[in-house]
């Protein structure tokens, strides 16, 4: 396939991937793309012939770069001794431990090439590591550790790595060349790194102060820079450009507000561009992951001498002690560090397992393994090469799937899993957020309390005139309003649910009642036509089915759902075959059914509401206001049924749209003089308003154009 058609095939599988994750959320995005790699692979033969040099260039450089570039830097510089000490040590006990180990289960495998495989299990993806220590309400100072280690110890298990198949290939191994290899590629890598990262802040500025000052040319370049400085180090320097490039990304976030003097606009096109960039990269990664196993695990599959069963126990138990490896490792340093800050054993034992579990293996693993040679130097064949693939890749899914399995269960908590890509980037440095402080809102509640204090507004200019615009608008915030309260009740998911749902459908029942009474009275009293009442059947029971889906997990209701939007898709469609007489009559029918089938529904849930017993349950008066203002949308929406929108309804809708924005920024100061907010929080809402303003300039503009 031509290069051009895999690399729209795998961004569209990375889309199809998130729409799959939407709908079951549990489980993490990069599984799901993982799936559909392997997916391709088998069902079409699909093959990306994979070399680890343009692997780690293309992908691994730019991901680690932002991950350096995005890491706390106060958490790092006091942490530097412990992270650096996991970064070597632990990935060197885990090559010692783990090559003696894998050569104790594999007696045919070479102790050389047993040590190698260890060392390429030993690197774990950084945000995996963060999101999942997070998750595991780790310590802050264990998840910081954790996770700066994650983000260099790279280098080192890729350096294990290259001199076990060294020696596992020329049958020679020199502790002292190695070691000092080792020593020259890190100190190098990391000089290396520093220095042209200031070097390129630099020519930055002066072309900045010489009146360069595109923003979208200072991207690129911003863009390019891991690529630069991952290939002058590796190929120019022989130095590690991965530990390069991380130590690129640490300079680069400490420095970079120097820029905004000049372009304060380039933070936001610069984060944009990669939260872009970082998106399709992670999601290619892991499809090309997916893409692989097949290679990885073919050969032990169809090889008669080994059974795939045994081959399976072996990566279960490679998995474990690497595990236990992890798990004892954090234990020692909890228990060093106690005095410090002391916890029972017991606890001390939770996060070490907690921590163990988290070490989650990714591409970096698979494309190291897969850049075996196939022969030694004497020309013989390599030994046990595929069952080496073979561990390797059942290694990164095991720690991937028992990560999603047992870590929930150790914690209690549902929260999805993510790894590099999958959370929404954001410029909030944890060391500026403080969330363990009981008064300050999350960002879901803040975001709450902004959208309702716009709609306040945006209630108090609706006039006669801009009835239309207002409504719309309004209609707009609920949405967004109860997509995050939606995510809230996902997020305190339980075995029933939460009262603000179950008032929910409650008031909507009753108010679809209302229409269905309505429309079966006008069809009684022969009002409208057997077309009419059939469509409003359909709408009824449409809406039904959406009833049925709200809080609960992917099911036949969803099924169900989008075969009715199908079909009234089709539907829609084929008006076009009917003449225009009659879709106008059609069209003017079915416009006063709905709009007194929606004050039907108004009628009844204020019914419903008057009722003594009901006035005792106090139902929530957002819901309420919620499903009122749906209604009168409807109805608004029904009286313009046919009449295109004018430029005074435009320009009516951009006007409230500036107050409304005005009012949420209003909202995030009185939050923030109140103490309910961290400074971090608001200035990262205030980017989102900011975001819409000139998404709103942009459109005005295209619009005088």
Do not use: C
Request: neutral net charge; proline residues 4%.
């Amino acid at each position: 396939m031509a290069i051009i058609e895999a690399i729209i095939l795998l961004i569209s599988l990375v889309i199809i991937a998130n729409i799959i994750g939407h709908y079951i959320p549990k489980l993490p995005v990069s599984l799901i793309e993982i799936v559909l790699g392997l997916a391709v692979a088998v069902l079409f033969s699909f093959k990306i012939p994979l070399k680890t040099d343009w692997f780690m260039l293309v992908f691994v450089a730019p991901l680690l770069f932002n991950d350096g570039r995005r890491f706390p830097k106060k958490e790092l510089w006091a942490l530097r001794g412990p992270i650096i000490g996991n970064a070597i040590f632990l990935v060197f006990m885990t090559t010692l431990v783990g090559g003696l180990a894998i050569h104790g289960l594999v007696p045919k495998l070479p102790l050389a090439a047993s040590f190698a495989l260890a060392a390429i299990l030993s690197p774990t993806d950084p945000v995996a590591v963060q999101s999942i220590s997070e998750q595991a309400a780790l310590p802050p100072k264990v998840l910081h550790l954790v996770s700066g280690e994650s983000l260099i110890n790279d280098a080192s298990g890729l350096i294990s790595f290259k001199y076990g198949i060294a020696a596992a290939v020329t049958g020679y191994f020199s502790l002292q060349n190695a070691a000092g290899d080792f020593i020259y590629i890190s100190i190098v890598g990391a000089i290396a790194g520093a220095a042209m990262m200031y070097l390129i802040h630099l020519v930055r500025l002066f072309m900045l102060q010489q009146g360069i000052d595109d923003v979208v040319f200072h991207t690129v370049l911003q863009l390019l820079t891991p690529l630069l400085i991952y290939l002058i180090v590796e190929d120019g320097l022989h130095a590690s450009g991965v530990i390069a490039v991380v130590v690129a990304g640490i300079v680069s976030h400490s420095s970079r507000n120097v820029f905004l003097d000049f372009l304060p606009e380039l933070k936001l096109v610069t984060e944009q561009t990669w939260s872009i960039s970082v998106y399709l990269l992670n999601g290619i990664v892991f499809l090309i992951l997916g893409i692989e196993l097949p290679v990885a695990m073919g050969s032990t599959v169809r090889n008669p001498l080994i059974a795939t069963s045994e081959a399976i126990l072996l990566v279960f138990a490679v998995w474990l002690i690497l595990v236990l490896v992890r798990t004892l490792w954090t234990f020692s340093y909890l228990i060093y560090t106690n005095k410090s800050n002391p916890r029972t054993l017991r606890a001390n034992a939770k996060i070490s397992i907690l921590s163990g579990l988290s070490g989650v293996r990714g591409a970096i693993t698979m494309a190291g393994v897969l850049s075996v040679p196939t022969v030694l130097a004497d020309g013989s064949a390599f030994p046990e090469r595929g069952l080496m693939l073979f561990i390797a890749a059942g290694v990164i899914i095991v720690s991937l799937v028992m990560a999603i399995i047992l870590i929930p269960k150790l914690t209690k908590v549902n929260t999805p899993i993510e790894l590099r890509g999958t959370q929404l980037d954001s410029e909030v440095d944890v060391e500026d957020e403080a969330t363990d402080e009981p008064q300050f809102l999350s960002e879901t509640e803040a975001k709450i309390y902004i959208y309702r204090v716009a709609v306040g507004l945006i209630e108090a200019q609706r006039h006669i005139d801009n009835n239309r615009a207002a409504l719309d608008l309004i209609a707009e915030y609920q949405v967004m309003i109860h997509r995050l309260e939606s995510q809230q009740n996902d997020a305190n998911e339980g075995t029933e649910l939460p009262p603000l749902i179950t008032e929910e459908l409650i008031l909507r029942q009753v108010a679809l009642a209302g229409e269905r009474q309505a429309l079966d009275g006008m069809w009684q009293a022969k009002e409208i036509s057997a077309k009419t009442y059939r469509h409003g059947q359909r709408k009824l029971k449409q809406k039904q089915v959406r009833l049925a889906v709200i809080g609960s997990n992917f099911n036949w209701h969803h099924v169900q759902l989008l075969f009715y939007r199908l079909v009234g898709a089709a539907k829609h469609f084929g008006w076009w075959l009917v003449p225009h007489k009659q879709t106008a009559k059609i069209a003017t029918e079915w416009q006063l059914t709905e709009r007194e089938m929606a004050k039907a529904g108004i009628k009844a849930l204020s019914a419903f509401l008057k009722q003594p017993e009901n006035r005792q349950q106090h139902y929530n008066r957002q819901v309420i206001y919620q499903i009122i203002m749906r209604y009168r949308n409807q109805i608004e929406n029904m009286k313009s049924l046919g009449h295109r929108k004018t430029d005074i309804y435009e320009r009516q809708l951009q006007k409230l749209r500036i107050k409304a924005l005005t009012g949420e920024r209003t909202a995030i100061q009185n939050l923030l003089e109140q103490h309910k907010i961290s400074w971090a929080l608001a200035d990262e809402l205030r980017k989102n308003i900011n975001y819409s303003e000139n998404a709103l300039i942009l459109a005005n503009s295209d619009a005088e154009e």
